[in-house]
């Protein structure tokens, strides 16, 4: 099913055939060259990654454990700084803007890529309170504000019907899948121009996994996702592109129709299949 | 190609390629039988048997597909493979079918047949004969994933087009000659249109081989298009 | 058949016994019975000692043989122990038993009356010759000499001018219904009169005299300082000088009010008969209670008894703490905790935050790791030596220099108070609090910061916001762990504040009513003070159980705030994987 989203152009599934690129004026993240070391010591975590991530339309991450996927994803909003031995050498721009550079706020950096962690985190405050936690960071105190984005968000991450009559009971008593929903949500609240998921649906159930992504379906409509995941069914029904990782590098990157189905290269095809050892 | 971290998996996918095989040869060498024996009277009962056998195997291996589809949920070419494999089961069938058509066909010009008429059955003979070991060669691509190969068998089943309008034109002639020889000629029409038929399947076996082993659709491609994309670099 | 002979069957069981391994269990359990019966053996001794102290005792009267003569000796009073002493041990001890015997049962006989003699005495038992429990002997709780114990004689008024008739308690049968109902009415009056007068009295002591001084006290201090920075113009020196007079003048008035209520309290006199016939009178202003308590019922016994314990943990000590309350022990105790708890806890958490989220994880962070685990094992007379060096003598020094020069040389922080024994014992806790609080950090989940820091809380604000509530179970226990130690060490205090009585109260009336130079009491202290310092040992002995008691109780409370407060906040977050 085709829709038209705000900016008008198609969405959904591309057809291979009649689908002609336009690559310069959809592409939101631009990643160049990049190197990541964790330890001066150490080997790097990331090699030479150069890829464009197109806006409104999901990118999975795919590799074995310790591939550097997670780490990739966390290079778009700056998260691998939390350990401070961590070093990052090539370009990612989102937009034109260079996020590296040392001009850039972080905190509004990472409000305009929010994030999803594999295990869902919801905060020990009520529901409420989570979704609108990053409004209260950003210092908002209009109450009427607050309350309308809590709402729209909820709505947004399809959670609204399951708790409106319990807004102010703590949020760890959701369900795993209500609980990711939520901090999907809660992302969304700060209004982000990409989320990036990690993982989001490792921890949960089949139909709640459903449920995540139905939602991403739903999302890729107004942000730019970014996606890693394990469950290679899972990158395949909701990714628009796929990259596969192996051992830091960025080994193959395209359309997930053609990741899936005839890979170019035969490291891929070994992963995809099942024949990676 | 490496072994899949699941045995399982592993052993499906060659069960499936060894039963395929399996009724791919049943068919070939039937095949090679008619064109050997054609002439003599047929066995009715060992033809229905052998029907009854590559229906029994058709509805096996579409089930084995099925079961690896949902069980393993195959990707990449495993997936090619499945599917492939599928439709040269699907296009087996016909053959078998075409097969039985044209045993029935030889069945009854035989029986309508005068002592001193000839039938002049050798066009058809050799003919079936150049199918059976088409069939046969695909097979042998198939079970070695060899699109080169695929590709020549593709090219050389376009090439009998000869064969068959030299058939039809030997026929039209003897119908002009005699009005009696209309009855055998028109068998003899039963007989090639079956034979095109199995052609045509052979062919497709072919085209599922080159989507199997190189994810490229060939099928309503030209001549040229294959030859360049297959042949010209080996 | 082969039949298993008895020992067979017994080594079988035995084996099986072992084989299935539940002798394990077996020790583990009598490890744990061990441990709970030594806890509970020890509430239980000082809870029971403690608090039998305040219950009123038979009393008797005894005919005592002399040791070594044939002389008797009438004497009454209450027995306070009981033992037994071999025949060696009694003579060294310079006494001659009548009967020759190996081993002695004796016992202690309370029979008070200080100013006549000994107030304890140890008696043979084979030396009673007879002994009586009269219904109307009484004791006397007095202000001063300690219990008086006789029979009443006449209740007598002192000034002789006055038209008011004596009394008397009509003793043995007979005597009119009447006329004791007179004596105990009379009695009654005048015992609420009294109370009534005392507790104006105290009245007018902390409202007004306390006040006046502690105002005069300013003034004087204000005149120090004027002239110390050479600002004593005259003006100002005649303005302190009107004021003072000024004070003067209503401490002589409240003075006088003190003098005029106390001439009250003297009316009367309670005319009491020793055991052994002395006439003894005793000015009511003296008595605290009286009570005969071979008359009285289990009520009655009640009574007195909370009246005892309600005057023990609300009451001030008297006669060099061996009688009268201890409140201001347990007001300075909780004071001094609660100081220590508002001095350690912020500087503990935000020396354990500092240390897990902002320091690098470098060996200089591990070594101060070590070391602050380490603290925690330094006996803690070590911190009160540190507390008295830097704290009292350095800080405490050159605050006086700097800002009380006009006491010197009398020292105001200069010298032990409650603010340098609660930083001590901060000190002394901190390590409990920096462990604790960082062993809470080391369980949050890692995505839970970083669920914050995504979106685009800085570190601060995820501390603020998202640690710092998740981590206050831990903080509390900390705290809950900080106070048990607090309120239980002594060593360190007697170097740093602590006194056997302060002479005003670390919180009281006066602005800025809480005063952190004061020295104060407590309990651990007192305890060692009474048990160990006492001029009287038999007399204190039980009051040492009664304050080891108040303060396990004192421990106890403290604790149960604190772990209430930690359930409350362990219950928010019980799901939290």
Not at chain 2, 21 to 27: C, H, I, R, Y
Not at chain 3, 256 to 272: A, R, T
């Amino acid at each position: 099913m085709n829709k038209k989203t705000i900016s008008g152009r198609e969405t959904g599934k591309s057809n291979s055939i009649n689908n002609i690129e336009k690559p310069e004026n959809n592409t939101l993240i631009t990643a160049e060259g990049l190197y990541l070391y964790y330890d001066n010591n150490e080997e790097a975590a990331l090699k030479n990654i150069s890829m464009k991530i197109e806006k409104q339309k999901v990118t999975a991450f795919i590799g074995p454990s310790g591939c550097g996927k997670s780490s990739l994803l966390r290079c778009f909003n700056r998260m691998n700084e939390l350990s401070s031995t961590c070093r990052l050498e090539g370009k990612i721009h989102i937009q034109d803007q260079d996020i590296y550079d040392p001009e850039v706020n972080i905190a509004e950096l990472r409000r305009n890529v929010g994030m999803v962690f594999q295990k869902p985190n919801p905060f020990p405050k009520s529901i409420y309170e989570n979704v609108a936690y990053g409004l209260r960071i950003q210092g908002e105190k209009d109450k009427d504000k607050i309350n309308q984005i809590v709402k729209s968000s909820l709505k947004a991450a399809a959670l609204w019907g399951e708790v409106k009559d319990r807004l102010n009971s703590t949020a760890i008593n959701l369900s795993g899948g209500q609980q990711q929903r939520l901090v999907i949500a809660r992302a969304i609240a700060v209004q982000p121009q990409v989320i990036l998921l990690d993982e989001p649906a490792s921890a949960l159930d089949p139909i709640s996994t459903l449920k995540i992504e139905e939602l991403i379906h739903e999302l890729k409509k107004q942000y730019t996702i970014v996606i890693v995941t394990h469950n290679m069914q899972q990158a395949a029904r909701v990714s628009d592109y796929a990259a596969f990782l192996y051992l830091g590098k960025l080994v193959e990157f395209g359309k997930t129709n053609d990741i899936f189905t005839k890979p170019r290269k035969k490291m891929t095809e070994d992963y995809i299949t099942g024949r990676y050892g | 190609m490496e072994k899949h971290i699941s045995t399982t998996f592993d052993k499906h996918l060659d069960k499936l390629g060894g039963n395929t095989l399996k009724m791919g040869s049943l068919l070939s060498e039937r095949l090679t039988n008619i064109s050997q024996n054609i002439g003599k009277p047929v066995d009715a009962k060992s033809s229905a048997a052998f029907e009854k056998e590559i229906n029994a195997l058709e509805v096996k291996l579409d089930e084995e597909c099925v079961r690896l589809l949902a069980l393993h949920r195959p990707a990449a070419s495993d997936l090619r493979f499945v599917i492939s494999s599928s439709r040269i089961i699907n296009d087996l069938e016909s053959i078998g079918d075409e097969i039985a058509r044209l045993t029935d066909a030889i069945a009854n010009m035989l029986d309508n047949l005068n002592e001193k008429d000839d039938p002049s059955l050798n066009d058809i003979a050799d003919i079936t004969s150049k199918l059976a070991g088409l069939l046969k060669e695909v097979l042998i691509a198939y079970d070695n994933e060899d699109c080169v190969q695929a590709a020549r068998i593709i090219l050389k089943e376009r090439e009998m087009e000869e064969l068959f309008r030299n058939a039809i034109r030997t026929r039209i002639t003897m119908i002009m000659e005699e009005a009696r020889n209309v009855k055998s000629s028109v068998h003899g029409f039963w007989m090639l249109r079956s034979l095109e038929r199995i052609g045509k399947c052979t062919r497709q076996i072919g085209n599922h081989i080159l989507y199997h082993v190189e994810g490229h659709d060939a099928r309503h491609k030209s001549r040229e298009h294959l030859r360049e994309r297959f042949l010209e670099n080996n | 058949m082969y039949k298993k002979t008895n020992t067979d069957s017994v080594r079988e069981e035995v084996r099986q016994y072992f084989k299935e391994g539940d002798y394990g269990i077996a020790i583990f359990a009598a490890c744990l019975g061990i441990s709970l019966a030594l806890v509970g053996a020890v509430m239980l001794l000082i809870l029971v000692k403690g608090f039998a102290h305040f219950m009123p005792n038979d009393l008797h009267s005894y005919e005592v043989r002399l040791s070594g003569s044939e002389t008797t000796l009438k004497i009454a009073g209450e027995v306070a122990a009981r033992e037994r002493i071999t025949h060696q041990v009694l003579i060294e001890s310079g006494y001659t038993p009548a009967v020759k015997k190996d081993l002695y049962e004796r016992i202690l006989l309370k029979n008070g009356n200080r100013e006549l003699g000994r107030d304890y005495r140890w008696i043979l038992v084979d030396d009673i010759l007879a002994k009586e429990q009269d219904p109307d002997l009484t004791l006397i709780e007095r202000y001063s000499y300690g219990n008086f114990y006789g029979t009443p004689q006449s209740i007598k008024p002192i000034n002789p001018a006055t038209e008011e008739l004596s009394i008397s308690y009509e003793e043995g049968e007979g005597g009119e219904d009447a006329d004791r109902g007179e004596w105990q009415a009379k009695l009654k009056s005048v015992l609420r009169y009294n109370k009534k007068i005392r507790k104006e009295m105290a009245k007018l002591q902390s409202k007004k005299i306390d006040k006046i001084n502690y105002r005069l006290e300013k003034i004087r201090l204000e005149t120090n300082r004027l002239k110390i920075r050479k600002e004593a113009t005259a003006e100002k020196l005649q303005e302190l000088e009107a004021k003072r007079t000024e004070l003067y003048a209503m401490a002589q008035e409240a003075e006088e009010q003190l003098v005029l209520l106390d001439d009250q309290l003297n009316q009367h006199e309670l005319h009491m008969l020793t055991a052994d016939g002395t006439a003894v009178a005793i000015n009511f202003s003296q008595i605290v209670r009286l009570y005969q308590s071979n008359q009285l019922g289990f009520g009655g016994r009640s009574k007195v008894y909370l009246a005892r314990l309600a005057e023990f943990v609300s009451g001030k000590p008297r006669e060099s703490n061996t009688e009268g309350g201890v409140f201001p022990a347990i007001l300075g105790t909780v004071m001094m905790v609660l100081l220590m708890t508002i001095f350690v806890m912020p500087l503990g958490v935000i020396t354990a935050f500092y240390l897990y989220i902002y320091a690098k994880q470098s060996f200089i962070t591990r070594a101060i790791r070590i070391a602050v685990n380490n603290l925690a094992g330094v006996p803690s007379i070590v911190y009160g030596m540190f507390g008295l060096g830097f704290f009292v003598y350095t800080i405490g020094g050159s605050l006086d220099q700097l800002f009380y020069p006009e006491a010197l040389p009398t020292p105001t922080f200069g010298s032990g108070g409650i603010l340098w024994a609660s930083l001590t014992l901060a000190l002394l806790t901190l390590p409990v609090v920096i462990v604790s609080t960082e062993e809470g950090l080391t369980r949050i989940p890692r995505h839970l910061p970083e669920g914050s820091m995504a979106l685009g809380a800085t570190r601060f604000e995820t501390l603020w916001r998202i640690s710092l509530p998740i981590v206050s179970p831990s903080i509390m226990t900390g705290m809950i762990l900080a106070i048990a130690r607090a309120t239980g060490e002594v060593a360190p205090l007697m170097l740093v504040g602590v006194v056997k009585l302060a002479p005003s109260l670390p919180l009281d009336g006066n602005f800025p009513f809480l005063h952190l130079d004061r020295k104060f009491m407590h309990l651990g202290f007192h305890i060692y003070d009474v048990g160990f310092q006492s001029p009287n040992v038999e007399a204190a002995r039980p009051l040492i159980y009664a304050t080891a008691a108040l303060l396990l109780l004192v421990v106890l409370m403290l604790n149960s705030i604190a772990i209430i407060i930690r359930n409350r906040l362990r219950e928010s977050y019980k799901n939290l994987s």
